[in-house]
């Protein structure tokens, strides 16, 4: 079985994407992903050089379709309640309508990954607290505006906002109702006086759609 002549490779992350998504590293030999890209063990490392390159760029390619990836892309000083009240309700939409109950790719692997897999762990531990980090950004550009009072410890809650997305993916591999995680994460959101109840009753709707 030979390379194609016409070997796609977007197309082929994105393949090896899907199949780390549902099943798993481990479970994704090089093996199982040259069978799924059909082509052979030598031309997967002629492409990739090494499964765990091509999990880099699989990261990469999930990033970009991550239901919270526009939180990422705020910058300080944008309000951050109706930000972060759409972009909680997105998670819960698209999490709680996945038939396959997939969760997060991220979450999944962080999860996975052991000792062995050191380098890689550490890849997603960075992320996952760069993240945290930028929402505790997001959260002082909100108090420098005006919009949060200035005794939030922006850092902190930062840290409990990426502590509930991270749960809100775990959680929705164990329930697909999109009105359940909503639920459970807009009584964190305004715990930490952060729900936008202005706009509360337009993303419920979407929910019901």
Avoid at 38 to 49: K, P
Avoid at 83 to 93: E, P
Avoid at 127 to 142: P, T
Wanted: hydrophobic fraction near 45%.
């Amino acid at each position: 079985m030979a390379r194609p002549s016409k070997f796609d490779r977007s197309k082929a992350v994105e393949t090896a994407m899907n199949a780390i998504w549902s099943d798993g590293y481990e479970a994704t030999s090089v093996k199982a992903l040259s069978e799924r890209l059909g082509i052979t063990r030598s031309s997967f490392y002629n492409a990739f050089e090494t499964r765990e390159e091509l999990f880099r760029e699989v990261v990469k390619v999930y990033a970009a379709i991550s239901p919270d990836r526009p939180l990422g892309e705020a910058a300080p000083g944008t309000p951050i309640r109706p930000l972060l009240t759409r972009i909680v309700h997105d998670i819960c939409c698209v999490r709680g309508g996945d038939p396959e109950a997939r969760g997060c790719l991220i979450i999944n692997s962080l999860a996975e990954f052991g000792p062995q897999e050191a380098v890689l762990l550490q890849m997603l531990c960075d992320a996952v607290m760069g993240s945290a980090e930028h929402l505790g950004d997001l959260l002082r550009g909100a108090q420098v505006s005006g919009e949060l009072p200035k005794c939030m410890d922006a850092q902190a809650t930062g840290l409990a906002l990426q502590n509930m997305i991270v749960g809100l993916n775990i959680l929705a591999k164990v329930t697909r109702d999109a009105d359940a995680l909503w639920a459970a994460a807009s009584v964190t959101l305004r715990g930490l006086n952060l729900l936008d109840e202005s706009i509360v009753p337009a993303v419920k709707s979407r929910v019901e759609v």
